[in-house]
């Protein structure tokens, strides 16, 4: 098994490009299912969860070619036969599910295995589901799948009882093609949201409204080829920036979008750390005063994003003062604290609030990835830790963080990946 050796080596100073999106490139590519023309698709990171992803759309008969020196995707599902998402495939990622809605729009099914991915708590998708009945497809639910069927979905109005972006961006990509006109309410407002619509609009789709409350696609016959360039990856960006904190470093991030990441720099403002958004990009310096504690709350989008509560909570040990996180997202997103505690952090867990009391003297030692932004987290605790970290079962690492430790060892980072 392969691992990660962190050491403390000092403030991280210099310059770091940021990749495209995971979470805008995986919806992007499962709805290139919605034409049978050649879709183009730049600056896709190279990431195992795009690898899966790849290999899921080939076993549905799309052409795929792939050139990740370029980070470029083409992608052509002209002799699409398949409606069926190969379970060996699907249970290793959760974005396996964005499938189902284009399969549906264009095939008139959909078979898809309940979806895997990081253990941080229940994620169903009833919503996805309820989203597609309203539509007008029927269900049918076995011991691991659930199927649905339509000849032709219908517009609807839905309203979410949560503000899901894998149902919000399912259910708009069915409805691209769908009979009529759709409304959803109570949507996800998520960045990579407006970037799916936007894909799907140079598609030919009619959507507007994202990144409201309320989104409208009126439906359309075909969808035709189109090229994307997908937006920055806000929380590698985020991950950065802490990065640069945790170590009291220097750091300029460039290919950002600095109003995806509000919230994470109010933070760290408040933390002590001056953020410039700057003409050639984001740049995080924490070598000016001693940094201080701030209290953290994860909200849906535009609130502070739960893939960086951990990270965030890495660099909270660090600080001088108590802090307080409070989890209101996923109820399972906490198992990074008994690694971090294993360095010394002392944390403690009151319900769904965590207690960080500070100053701690952070001691490398041999911890384990339990999700992907906990294994980043324990990569950034381990640059600000006295020795040695060995990080194991590292693959959730890198579902997500493209080319992690040559970016990190760019900037002055000791670290290696060993098997």
Same mark, same amino acid.
């Given at each position: 098994?392969?691992?990660?050796?962190?050491?403390?080596?000092?403030?991280?100073?210099?310059?770091?490009?940021?990749?495209?999106?995971?979470?805008?490139?995986?919806?992007?590519?499962? #709805?290139?299912?919605?034409?049978?023309?050649?879709?183009?698709?730049?600056?896709?990171?190279?990431?195992?969860?795009?690898?899966?992803?790849?290999?899921?759309? /080939?076993?549905?008969?799309?052409?795929v070619n792939a050139d990740f020196k370029e980070n470029i995707l083409s992608l052509r599902a002209v002799n699409v036969t398949r409606n069926e998402v190969p379970f060996d495939l699907?249970?290793?990622?959760?974005?396996?599910?964005?499938?189902?809605?284009?399969?549906?729009?264009?095939?008139?099914?959909?078979?898809?295995?309940?979806?895997?991915?990081?253990?941080?708590?229940?994620?169903?998708?009833?919503?996805?589901?309820?989203?597609?009945?309203? $539509?007008?497809?029927?269900?049918?639910?076995?011991?691991?799948?659930?199927?649905?069927?339509?000849?032709?979905?219908?517009?609807?109005?839905?309203?979410?009882?949560?503000?899901?972006?894998?149902?919000? +961006?399912?259910?708009? #990509? #069915?409805?691209?093609?769908?009979?009529?006109?759709?409304?959803?309410?109570?949507?996800?407002?998520?960045? +990579?949201?407006?970037?799916?619509?936007?894909?799907?609009?140079?598609?030919?789709?009619?959507?507007?409204?994202?990144?409201?409350?309320?989104?409208?696609? /009126?439906?359309?016959?075909?969808? @035709?080829?189109?090229?994307?360039?997908?937006?920055?990856?806000?929380?590698?960006?985020?991950?950065? $920036?802490?990065?640069a904190a945790i170590t009291r470093g220097d750091v300029l991030l460039r290919n950002v979008v600095p109003?995806?990441?509000?919230?994470?720099?109010?933070?760290?403002?408040?933390?002590?750390?001056?953020?410039?958004?700057?003409? +050639?990009?984001?740049?995080?310096?924490?070598?000016?005063?001693?940094?201080?504690?701030?209290?953290?709350?994860?909200?849906?989008?535009?609130?502070?994003?739960?893939?960086?509560?951990?990270?965030?909570? &890495?660099?909270?040990?660090?600080?001088?003062?108590?802090?307080?996180?409070?989890?209101?997202?996923?109820?399972?997103?906490? $198992? @990074?604290?008994? /690694?971090?505690?294993?360095?010394?952090?002392?944390?403690?867990?009151?319900?769904?609030?965590?207690?960080?009391?500070?100053?701690? @003297?952070?001691?490398?030692?041999?911890?384990?990835?339990?999700?992907?932004?906990?294994?980043?987290?324990?990569?950034?605790?381990?640059? &600000?830790?006295?020795?040695?970290?060995?990080?194991? +079962?590292?693959? @959730?690492?890198?579902?997500?963080?493209?080319?992690?430790?040559?970016?990190?060892?760019?900037?002055?980072?000791?670290?290696?990946?060993?098997?």
């Amino acid at each position: 098994m392969a691992k990660f050796l962190v050491k403390d080596n000092g403030p991280l100073t210099g310059e770091v490009t940021i990749s495209g999106s995971k979470n805008s490139v995986l919806p992007i590519m499962a #709805a290139t299912l919605l034409s049978d023309e050649e879709c183009v698709i730049c600056d896709a990171p190279d990431l195992r969860d795009v690898d899966v992803m790849c290999r899921l759309l /080939e076993g549905l008969d799309v052409e795929v070619n792939a050139d990740f020196k370029e980070n470029i995707l083409s992608l052509r599902a002209v002799n699409v036969t398949r409606n069926e998402v190969p379970f060996d495939l699907a249970k290793r990622m959760r974005a396996s599910i964005l499938t189902m809605g284009p399969l549906l729009a264009r095939m008139g099914s959909a078979r898809a295995a309940l979806p895997g991915g990081c253990a941080i708590g229940a994620r169903p998708i009833d919503l996805h589901l309820k989203g597609f009945e309203l $539509m007008g497809a029927e269900l049918e639910y076995g011991a691991n799948y659930v199927e649905a069927r339509a000849d032709r979905l219908r517009g609807a109005k839905i309203y979410l009882d949560y503000p899901s972006v894998g149902a919000t +961006e399912n259910i708009m #990509a #069915a409805a691209s093609l769908a009979d009529g006109t759709t409304v959803i309410e109570n949507v996800a407002k998520e960045p +990579e949201i407006v970037d799916l619509a936007s894909f799907l609009n140079k598609m030919g789709a009619r959507i507007k409204g994202a990144g409201t409350d309320t989104i409208k696609i /009126e439906g359309v016959e075909r969808l @035709h080829g189109t090229k994307h360039i997908v937006i920055p990856d806000r929380i590698e960006m985020g991950t950065f $920036m802490v990065a640069a904190a945790i170590t009291r470093g220097d750091v300029l991030l460039r290919n950002v979008v600095p109003d995806h990441v509000r919230p994470v720099i109010a933070k760290l403002r408040e933390c002590g750390c001056l953020v410039e958004d700057t003409q +050639e990009g984001l740049r995080v310096r924490a070598n000016e005063k001693p940094l201080v504690a701030t209290d953290i709350k994860t909200l849906p989008y535009p609130g502070f994003p739960t893939d960086m509560q951990s990270q965030f909570m &890495a660099l909270l040990t660090t600080v001088e003062g108590r802090s307080t996180v409070i989890e209101t997202v996923f109820e399972n997103r906490y $198992m @990074h604290i008994s /690694e971090l505690n294993r360095m010394g952090a002392n944390i403690t867990i009151e319900g769904r609030s965590a207690v960080i009391p500070g100053s701690t @003297h952070l001691v490398g030692c041999q911890v384990m990835s339990t999700d992907l932004r906990a294994g980043a987290a324990l990569v950034l605790a381990g640059l &600000a830790a006295e020795g040695t970290t060995e990080i194991s +079962e590292i693959y @959730h690492i890198e579902r997500g963080y493209s080319q992690f430790v040559e970016k990190l060892r760019g900037i002055g980072a000791d670290i290696s990946r060993v098997d």
